[in-house]
């Protein structure tokens, strides 16, 4: 056994019908150290996660705690939190109508009778020592995303934590919540706390963590210190292949040629909803793939939502094609060939307890009416051409969308959207929380439907994601659009002079 090791998994096996999940796996967490864990969606990552954390029962293997050559068995969550192995999610499960200082002690208060000024002393307490700038007696609800989280690892921190699990923690946050989240990461690795980082943010990972571990396909690739691996390398493992420089993937399909007095496909004008944001002009061509671009929120989702009808719409009008169409509602906009991937895939996207094929088929049956439904031989049909189409690793089309990894969601979603072809396609951070080979396919794709004459908008946190994918810009800032890029406009620079001052 390793001393400093506060944790070590050895030959992990876990398979469920159909698939292997994971197969002979080693992990080893130091105590002090951040340790990333990577790899495309379904290499295993999570699997491996939800064995350490009790929720599934490991086939094969062993895992030990503290350096002890006896090993320990986790059965349920509960025995995996009295083992001091504390799990924080990428979706928060903290309880938005209590207080921060309840959900830091809820199920952990022993007696009938709560003592409410100890416990909001002790939260207070925790609170500060762990710099988090939140108060034990107010609600929940009013602190942001990047604070509950922090609430949520403050009380992983006071049911002395050995193993703190963060999983995605940074995919709803914006830079300065980030390096909160990262001080917050810093101060427990010096108190000794050994933390595992599941991640797809590359720049994060050499930020801030200590070692890397690559997994692919349920396998282990290996085990790396974060200054012997260069990130062009960790891609690499993480794909399984050497790989070309990603910055150009333009040059594989040709560009859609506009022709001679063609119309915008659509366009609004002075349109607002009652989300915030202020009057806007936008307009899209046959072909074009455009974007809208901003800090965490500016104000990019609440156009597009605007634009589908899925917040309600208080003025402005909307052209097809030149001529006026009224957009209400979702329906509306299905109707006139507009297809919409939402940024919450979880909450908006998916229907977590229906089928891959109940979920591809779901908008194009809503359009053809329910009292037309798909016959099952259709249905099938249908499915498995998606699923080979988009390449969606799923054990059939009978598979609840739930169990699949979150890039498998979100393709699924997309098959729904392209079973139904649309003239125009809203993207909205299509690529979020899903692995480097994955947003590589959905860019291509995104690019090949622009070719072949469908209008696209496309939504990305991540700059780079934008310049590769899109042909022009609009830039947003307090909800309301600043300016436009395009051409030799396109770059980080501009993008972000654009944003700090306004009109470019």
Not at 288 to 310: D, K, M, P
Request: charged share 25%; net charge neutral; hydrophobic share 35%.
């Amino acid at each position: 056994m390793e001393n400093n090791a506060v944790l070590q998994m050895r030959n992990i096996h876990k398979s469920f019908p159909g698939v292997k999940a994971l197969s002979g796996v080693d992990f080893t967490l130091r105590k002090g150290e951040i340790h990333a864990l990577m790899g495309e969606n379904g290499a295993g990552k999570s699997t491996l996660i939800k064995v350490l954390t009790g929720v599934y029962t490991k086939d094969e293997g062993h895992i030990y705690l503290d350096g002890h050559e006896k090993e320990v068995q986790i059965r349920s969550p509960q025995e995996a939190q009295k083992l001091g192995i504390s799990p924080v999610y990428q979706e928060i499960t903290l309880c938005p109508n209590l207080s921060v200082a309840e959900n830091m002690y809820i199920g952990r208060t022993p007696g009938a009778v709560q003592n409410w000024r100890k416990m909001n002393k002790d939260a207070d307490k925790l609170l500060k020592s762990l710099d988090i700038p939140a108060k034990a007696a107010q609600q929940l609800s009013t602190c942001s995303l990047a604070v509950q989280q922090m609430i949520a690892i403050a009380r992983a921190v006071d049911t002395d934590c050995k193993v703190l699990i963060l999983d995605e923690p940074t995919s709803s946050l914006d830079e300065q919540e980030v390096e909160k989240l990262f001080k917050l990461m810093r101060d427990l690795r010096e108190r000794g706390v050994g933390i595992i980082f599941v991640t797809h943010f590359l720049d994060q990972v050499y930020e801030v963590c200590d070692r890397i571990t690559v997994m692919r396909d349920g396998c282990l690739v290996g085990e790396y210190e974060i200054k012997d691996l260069p990130r062009v390398q960790l891609v690499s493992k993480m794909l399984g292949k050497e790989l070309d420089d990603l910055s150009d993937i333009h040059g594989e399909y040709k560009s859609y040629e506009k022709k001679e007095g063609e119309l915008p496909v659509f366009e609004v004008e002075n349109l607002y909803s009652n989300a915030g944001i202020k009057p806007f002009n936008f307009h899209i061509d046959k072909g074009e793939v455009n974007g809208f671009t901003g800090l965490l929120g500016s104000g990019r989702s609440e156009c597009v939502r605007a634009i589908f009808g899925a917040d309600h719409v208080l003025g402005g009008t909307v052209k097809k094609n030149g001529k006026p169409v009224k957009i209400s509602k979702p329906i509306d906009a299905m109707r006139q060939g507009i297809g919409y991937l939402p940024e919450d895939r979880k909450r908006d996207g998916i229907v977590g307890d229906l089928s891959v094929r109940d979920n591809i088929i779901l908008a194009q049956q809503v359009l053809r009416g329910f009292l037309k439904p798909y016959s099952k031989a259709e249905a099938d049909k249908i499915a498995d051409e998606y699923i080979k189409l988009l390449n969606i690793k799923t054990a059939s089309a009978d598979t609840p969308i739930k169990s699949l990894s979150g890039g498998n969601q979100q393709k699924v979603i997309l098959a729904r959207w392209l079973l139904t072809h649309p003239e125009y396609l809203i993207l909205d951070e299509p690529t979020r929380g899903i692995d480097v080979g994955t947003k590589v396919d959905i860019q291509k794709l995104v690019l090949k439907l622009a070719s072949e004459g469908m209008s696209v908008t496309f939504i990305s946190s991540e700059m780079d994601e934008m310049l590769r994918t899109c042909s022009r810009l609009i830039v947003m800032r307090d909800r309301r659009v600043v300016g436009e890029l395009t051409g030799s406009d396109l770059n980080q620079t501009s993008i972000m002079s654009t944003i700090a001052g306004g009109d470019k």
